[in-house]
């Protein structure tokens, strides 16, 4: 897809003479570019362009009043005489006309954000950087703690509802549109028997087990920039996901991506297993920050957080494989099912390490 970057570059307020763009980052869902600007007497500035996916987010309108208001409410946090007080949070550059979000005739939908220099996101975890990457997400989950969570839109509806999502996977297998079922009946069955943990975390939000909080919901390790001086996790970014939901999604979904011995997309899979050694990087870095506010029945279910947020993503990849690649941006054939391959194996890993990571909680949370 090529986009009229001429047209949409100067809708933006960037000043400066534009001098050249590219692409930019690993995300598996928007377009990410970054654009670099001359301004008299000064270094070259760059700034993130992004184009939302409004394949996968129906409303960027409404997506766009969830981060404005997120940011101006983290903005509220930082005391302006923070050390590094301007990188701590996202920052939305307006249009020319004001506005946070400019529309190409094509219907595409365009944002731009200071970008956070001196700063890095990573594909792989060291114990340094996940545990501050833990201490990122517990903040930012305290940052929001106050927000008054009814104004937030539902950027996607059910989006960690695992059983929701195992019902697509179900009406996947029995459409078949690809013809590629027969080719995974392993991993379809590796989920099916587990059928009943899909629905657990649901229940016991509709039981009023577990508190409504508002949360990021995509934690990934590569969502945290890291500062490259002080190694520490600067600011959350990614933030389409912001909505109502567990905190149990949020540490889950970090211990998925981020505790994993190898890569989301390895096909060797000997070399994936679940680190316990960055699982307590993560519990300790999190929980340093979030154990305060954190309820008895939220503590308990962190390990299995962990274990149902990788089969949550794992049949999502299976789904989307099955329903021909609609979803998460592919780059060579089968990746989906790769993907997939890698969360089932950190979920058998991790039902075996379930003990583990509950003496692991424990530690950190007296
Ligand atoms: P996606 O939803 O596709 O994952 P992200 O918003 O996470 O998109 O952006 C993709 C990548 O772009 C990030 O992993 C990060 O490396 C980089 N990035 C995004 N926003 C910024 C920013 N404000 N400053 C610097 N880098 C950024
Ligand atoms: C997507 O956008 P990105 O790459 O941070 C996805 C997450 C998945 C993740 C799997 C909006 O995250 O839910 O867990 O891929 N984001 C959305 O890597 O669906
Ligand atoms: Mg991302």
């Known amino acids: ?13 960037f000043g400066g003479e534009f001098i050249h763009r590219e ?47 997120v940011t101006n409410h983290i903005s509220g946090k930082i005391a302006p005489s923070e050390r590094d007080a301007g990188r701590r949070v996202m920052r939305i550059i307006k249009t020319t006309e004001g506005q946070n979000y400019h529309v190409d005739p094509d219907g595409n939908y365009w944002r731009s954000y200071v ?3 001196n700063a890095a996101t990573y594909q792989n975890a060291t114990l340094e950087l996940f545990t501050q990457s833990g201490v990122a997400f517990g903040r930012f989950q305290n940052q929001l703690a106050d927000y008054p969570a009814h104004t937030l839109h539902e950027s996607i509806p059910n ?25 995974v009946a392993s991993e379809i069955a590796f989920a099916l028997e587990r059928k009943p943990d899909a629905s657990v ?16 919901n995509d934690t990934k390790l590569n969502n945290v920039m890291i500062d490259n001086d002080t190694g520490e996790g600067i600011c959350v970014i990614d933030l389409d996901t912001v909505m109502p939901g567990l905190s149990l999604y949020d540490f889950g979904d970090s211990i998925r991506f981020g505790a994993s011995t190898g ?57 989307d494989y099955l329903s021909g690649d609609t979803y998460f941006k592919t780059h060579r054939e089968g990746h989906n099912l790769d993907r997939c391959r890698t969360q089932f194996k950190l979920v058998a890993d991790m039902e075996t390490k379930l003990d583990k990571m509950s003496e692991i909680v424990k530690k950190y949370s007296a």
């Open 1 to 13: 897809m090529s986009y009229d970057f001429d047209k949409i570059i100067p809708s933006f307020s």
């Open 23 to 69: 692409q930019f980052g690993h995300g598996h869902i928007n377009d990410t570019y970054a654009v670099y600007f001359k301004y008299i007497n000064c270094p070259p500035v760059r700034y993130i362009l992004q184009r939302i996916n409004h394949n996968v987010f129906k409303d960027p309108v409404k997506l766009m009043e969830n981060i404005s208001g």
């Open 115 to 117: 970008f956070i220099d």
């Open 159 to 183: 989006f960690h509802n695992t059983r929701a999502r195992f019902e697509a996977l179900e009406e996947a297998i029995a459409r078949d549109s690809e013809g590629r079922a027969s080719l």
């Open 201 to 216: 975390l649901v229940e016991m939000l509709l039981r009023g087990e577990l508190p409504l909080r508002v949360t990021h």
């Open 263 to 319: 890569d989301e997309d390895e096909r060797d899979l000997s070399k994936i297993s679940m680190s316990l050694e960055l699982f307590e990087g993560f519990t300790k870095g999190y929980l340093s920050q979030a154990r305060g506010s954190m309820t008895q029945a939220e503590l308990d279910m962190l390990p299995f957080s962990a274990r149902i947020m990788t089969f949550e993503c794992g049949i999502r990849f299976l789904t």
